[in-house]
Nanobody, 119 residues
């Protein structure tokens, strides 16, 4: 499975961005997907997760501002980010869990897309 993120950029505080993560390869085995972020000098933080069935969870820091969604037909994961704050500045990474009965469970990460929020 390959994951390619897009949609990052430089915005002002209060603006919105929509990140996308396009999956390719053996996508039928993808189960849970998520977005994580990492700022310079900080540990990677789990931002939001979504199961194949659509159940979601969010970090407290983004609840009410970010929305994770997925289009299984298009093999694409999204993160709608509203009311962005400077503290949201980070590299954002897409993750996919795959459960292939032939090889078992594997984890996949994208290369990341940078989000920078100016005050």
């Amino acid at each position: 499975v390959q994951l390619v993120e897009s949609g990052g950029g430089l915005v002002q505080a209060g603006a919105s961005l929509r990140l996308s993560c396009a999956a390719s390869g053996d996508t039928i085995y993808i189960t849970t997907m998520s977005w994580s972020r990492q700022a310079p000098g900080k540990e990677r933080e789990l931002v939001a997760t979504i199961t194949r069935g659509g159940s979601t969870n969010y970090a407290d820091s983004v609840k009410g501002r970010f929305t994770i969604s997925r289009d299984n037909a298009k093999n694409t994961l999204y993160l709608q980010m509203n009311s962005l704050k400077p503290e949201d500045t980070a590299g954002y990474y897409c993750y996919a869990e795959c459960r292939d009965p032939r090889v078992g469970r594997n984890d996949y990460w994208g290369q990341g897309t940078q989000v920078t929020v100016s005050s």
